[in-house]
């Protein structure tokens, strides 16, 4: 039996899926466009163009790509958890104009669908990019402070060793800049507030919850596996940016990407696994409807919204 939606507008900042006794909420802190061959090199305008399925929700008529950074909460018998906390306000993202200084309504926003800021009991990061941490702090009095105080922060051991050692990094202008930035307003804070735990990556969350490891994009990834009655969902995280890396498995970010090739066949693997069956999958960044279920398309896959 496939998950249900029950969301009215695929557009707003507000859509939510039902996976057995769980409830999936998708909260939009913002939406952007940009050229598809700009961010995956691989690409052309062609390709996008020869996939039809795109749109309209992943790509505009003239074959941009629209990104979504959105958070997801997961509400479930026992346990209420938000997953990637999008880019945050107030924060100095040095050469990463895009995301610098932010002032949105996304906390607003968690709070009109219902969610109390101190109602959660788990912040979960798939990684630890800035787009993906931000709210996990806010500027209070000037300081930076945590923005779900009754929550534990789980982050992948891999992960946050990797990023606790900036000497590993290969070079990347502008974004070691950016990653150093969010360590310290983004992640610092909860280290020392007490609220963090490192855990593996099958760690079990709560029953309906575990992560799956989903490396490439970077060392530590893990996507979110949620199993409830008949029902099963998987969350990205970055392990596809947008949803015509089915199409296109080797379609990759180097400027980013830890791992390229590691990347191609982790989407290879899990595409493989969930293709054909009934799990919803919901991409962290991508617009519109969100999320589908994966087909077989020739040697690759597609997405069925």
């Known amino acids: 039996m496939a998950p249900e939606d029950n969301s009215d507008d695929s557009s707003s900042t507000l859509k939510h899926w039902r996976v057995g006794d769980v409830t999936i909420i998708r909260i939009v802190e913002s939406q952007t466009l940009f050229d598809i061959p700009d961010l995956f090199p691989k690409a052309t305008l062609e390709e996008v163009r020869a996939l039809p399925w795109l749109s309209p929700h992943f790509v505009t008529p003239e074959g941009r790509g629209i990104l979504s950074v959105h958070a997801l909460v997961i509400d479930t018998p026992t346990r209420r958890i938000i997953v990637d906390t999008c880019v945050g306000n107030d924060k100095d993202r040095g050469a990463w104009a895009l995301y610098a200084n932010l002032q949105t309504s996304f906390l607003a926003d ?25 709210w996990n702090t806010m500027l209070f009095d000037g300081e930076w402070v945590p923005t779900f ?5 789980l982050l992948n051991r891999t992960e946050f060793e990797y990023w606790s050692a900036p000497s590993q990094h290969a070079a990347q202008p502008g ?5 150093r930035l969010t360590m310290a307003d983004s992640l610092q804070p909860v280290l020392d507030a007490g609220l963090v735990d490192l855990v593996e990556d099958d ?13 490439g994009h970077t060392p530590g990834h893990v996507s979110v596996r949620i199993s409830s009655g008949t029902g099963q969902a998987l969350i990205t995280g970055d392990m596809a940016h947008h949803p015509s890396q089915l199409a296109h ?20 693997e899990v595409f493989s696994q969930v293709a054909d069956e009934p799990i919803l999958v919901i991409g962290t960044h991508w617009a519109g409807a969100t999320a589908g279920m994966v087909k077989r398309s020739g040697d690759a896959f597609r997405l069925e919204c």
């Open 149 to 153: 105080p009754n929550a534990r922060y």
């Open 175 to 179: 974004f070691d800049e950016v990653q």
């Open 249 to 268: 498995l080797d379609w990759s970010i180097p400027q980013i990407d830890f791992d390229s090739d590691q990347g191609t066949a982790t989407r290879q």
């Open 110 to 134: 968690l709070e009109k669908a219902g969610f109390a800021r101190d109602s959660f009991d788990v912040v979960l990061c798939t990684h630890m990019h800035v787009d993906h941490v931000g």
């Open 203 to 215: 760690h079990r969350v709560c029953d309906e919850v575990v992560l799956v490891s989903t490396p």
